[in-house]
Nanobody, 124 residues
């Protein structure tokens, strides 16, 4: 199974920026999509951004469009989430996910591998 390790979370003032990284290892061949999800206390896990490995499609949640950017370094098997203009409502645990047969990039059940998460806290 693909192993995923997130990093880059932290606490930042509203309006600030953070960059999350997710390093993939193991049998990564065949992964067709990688994504970022987040889950705030008392809320369901939601998709933030996703990118098909071949670059054919990108997905962004409406709440983050224009503020977050997902990118990928294929040579390093790493994906990134550049977050800017952060808001308190972006506070959540952010998870990296990978899937081999992802058809609907915003659906958590499409992904078979998950990282442990990295906490992002935005204070006003």
């Amino acid at each position: 199974q693909v192993r995923l390790m997130e990093s880059g979370g932290g606490s930042v003032q509203a309006g600030g920026a953070l960059r999350l990284s997710c390093a993939a290892s193991g049998p990564t061949r065949g992964v067709n999509c990688m994504a970022w999800f987040r889950q705030a206390p008392g809320k369901e896990r939601e998709a933030v951004a996703a990118r098909y490995v071949d670059g054919s499609q990108l997905y962004y949640a409406d709440a983050v469009k224009g503020r977050f950017t997902i990118s990928q370094d294929n040579a390093e098997n790493t994906i990134y989430l550049q977050m800017s203009s952060l808001k308190p409502e972006d506070t959540a645990m952010y998870y990296c996910a990978a899937g081999r047969y992802v058809a609907a990039a915003d659906m958590a059940q499409e992904y078979s591998s998950w990282g442990r998460g990295t906490q992002v806290t935005v204070f006003s």
